[in-house]
């Protein structure tokens, strides 16, 4: 769907140079929620902008649905980029317009006729839910309004991509979630191709079903999230993961636990996606005659299925305890390890 | 019991120079107005890494203007003497003026425009070239709306300035309240014919600020 080939920006500031976008190779495809993630001056914001070119590449190609947008004139460019909708952290909305006519903008600008036009509005404003809050101006909108205002607008023209740059960064966290929520509606609705710049690992895990790691204009790392939340490589993707994650867990906590709990075997349980939905633990409880104590641990969501840790406590005969062990072992994907054996 | 005080007023001199004031100065707030926008325009357009970036036009426009703007009012008049009589046919009266006014107070209103256009959000701007604007929307459907309350507030300053100039053109035959204060006021010792007109331009102004104030304020919806 989205193809970028050795893609670079230099700036000349100054007379120094500065790459902000350092040769970067990356396909996207299509229907993916793709995101990117790395520290503000990572080059980023960009290299998003480099794939509409409202910044003009200083080398490589990108080209979207078999269209190579990095040779076209400024007219093919017009077009082309009523395809591709975008959306902004500061959501960039006319203050002069209502709702309805900031919506139809994109609108005016494809040609649509008025009739259809309104028609179209409505249909968007229903999407993002705003029905009712047709006439207000920006001004009187909460943050999270002005965004799906945004997301109504660069969806008008129905383009195959969205670029978001930042777009939940301006926002509570609640309000983050629920932008997030509808982004993934319409990701789901429409099978929209959805790029996605952020600096939260949050929103990566909540929504992303790729990722990407950038650190001084290169990608240092990118795959499945799951697989980057479960083995990071480089030190800027394990700060990443420990955004969401807690920093992993000391050998002195796991020392300590050991200590205070000093009946029967303690286990760490590391999910690893689609088996979180399993009912695990109610599992082993009724299967096996053993007691469960669940002691400390994190499980988080991705889109690939849950991800984390779990220390439990469990008490009972040992050859009990071992058939459990074997249990999850065998019967689930879920990785087992007995921290600590019974006396 | 008025006649007897302003015993030198002559009703329908007085209403012709109100007229011709009012004429004046609406009239060139139009061509200001049209001079002003296309000049700032032009500036904010021009400047570095503007939409039309272009060094040599945004010098030669920004020179331009500040000449004009340097150039004091009642000898931009006299200099542009032969141009208005090319133009106009003549250099008396309140078309003569035209052209002195228009030259004069556009420069400044483009200062304005270009300030007005400034304070537009860049992000705003990017957002409607990433729906794949053309320059001509970018400039009639975001940067003037967007803009306008300060373009109407500039205008009222300029509009008030404008006032004050149509005044001084008066004094050298341009008619209005200028002349009439001047001719029939100072000169012949009648100071009560310059008191009325200095209540009426005040009360001119007081409108223009109030009409202007109005509009923008009923246009601001940030």
Not at chain 1, 137 to 143: A, D, R, T
Not at chain 1, 172 to 188: V, Y
Not at chain 1, 237 to 266: C, H, P, R, W
Request: proline letters at 2%; hydrophobic letters at 45%.
């Amino acid at each position: 769907m989205i193809s970028i080939k050795g893609l670079s920006k230099i700036f000349t500031i100054n007379k120094k140079n500065i790459t902000a976008v350092d040769d970067l190779t990356l396909n996207i495809k299509e229907g993916e929620i793709f995101g990117v993630i790395g520290y503000s001056g990572a080059g980023k914001s960009t290299f998003v902008r480099l794939l509409n070119r409202l910044e003009e590449p200083t080398s490589g190609i990108v080209t979207i649905d078999n269209q190579e947008i990095t040779t076209l004139n400024t007219k093919e460019l017009r077009l082309a980029r009523q395809e591709i909708g975008m959306i902004f952290q500061h959501f960039n909305l006319l203050w002069s317009r209502t709702v309805e006519d900031n919506i139809a903008f994109p609108l005016e600008i494809a040609g649509v006729p008025k009739t259809d036009r309104s028609k179209r509005v409505q249909e968007l404003i229903d999407l993002v839910g705003l029905s009712g809050r047709e006439k207000a101006y920006p001004s009187q909108l909460s943050g999270g309004q002005k965004q799906r205002v945004g997301i109504a607008r660069a969806l008008a023209n129905n383009p195959k991509v969205l670029l978001c740059d930042e777009a939940t960064s301006a926002l509570d966290p609640e309000t983050t979630n629920s932008i997030l929520d509808l982004l993934m509606d319409i990701n789901d609705k429409l099978g929209l191709t959805i790029i996605l710049i952020t600096h939260e690992m949050h929103v990566i895990r909540k929504i992303c079903n790729q990722v990407a790691v950038m650190e001084e204009g290169k990608i240092v790392e990118q795959g499945q999230v799951l697989d980057v939340f479960t083995h990071p490589k480089k030190s800027v993707t394990k700060k990443f993961v420990e955004q969401v994650m807690g920093s992993s867990e000391a050998d002195s906590e796991i020392a300590n636990l050991i200590n205070t709990y000093e009946e029967g075997k303690i286990l760490r349980l590391h999910f690893l996606g689609e088996t979180t939905n399993q009912a695990l633990i109610s599992q082993l409880a009724k299967r096996f005659d053993i007691e469960l104590n669940i002691l400390q641990g994190k499980i988080t969501q991705t889109q690939a299925g849950g991800y984390g840790t779990l220390f439990i406590q469990t008490k009972g005969e040992n050859e009990e305890i071992d058939q459990a062990v074997r249990f999850i072992q065998e019967e689930t994907s879920v990785e087992v390890e007995v921290v600590r054996d019974a006396d | 019991m008025l006649t007897e005080i302003f015993l030198n007023i002559k009703l329908e001199d007085f209403l012709e120079a109100t007229y011709e004031t009012f004429y004046m100065t609406i009239l060139a707030l139009i061509g200001t107005c049209i001079l002003g926008l296309i000049l700032g325009l032009l500036l904010y357009l021009t400047t570095k890494e503007g939409i039309w970036e272009n060094k040599y036009i945004n010098l030669i426009v920004a020179a331009l203007v500040n000449i004009f703007r340097a150039i004091p009012f009642i000898i931009l008049i006299l200099l542009l003497f032969p141009f208005t009589e090319f133009l106009i046919g003549t250099i008396r009266g309140p078309n003569a003026a035209l052209p002195a006014l228009i030259i004069g107070s556009a420069p400044f209103y483009g200062r304005l425009v270009e300030i007005a256009l400034k304070e537009v959000d860049k992000g705003v701007v990017e957002a409607a070239k990433s729906m794949g604007a053309k320059t001509s929307t970018i400039i009639f459907r975001v940067l003037i709306p967007e803009s306008m309350p300060a373009l109407v507030s500039g205008l009222t300053v300029t509009a008030i300035a404008l006032i004050g100039y149509t005044a001084m053109a008066g004094v050298i035959g341009a008619g209005g309240l200028g002349n009439y204060a001047y001719y029939f006021g100072f000169q012949r010792r009648d100071f009560d014919v310059v008191f009325i007109c200095t209540v009426i331009i005040v009360i001119i102004v007081f409108i223009f600020q109030f009409i202007g104030d109005f509009i923008t304020n009923k246009m601001d919806k940030r």
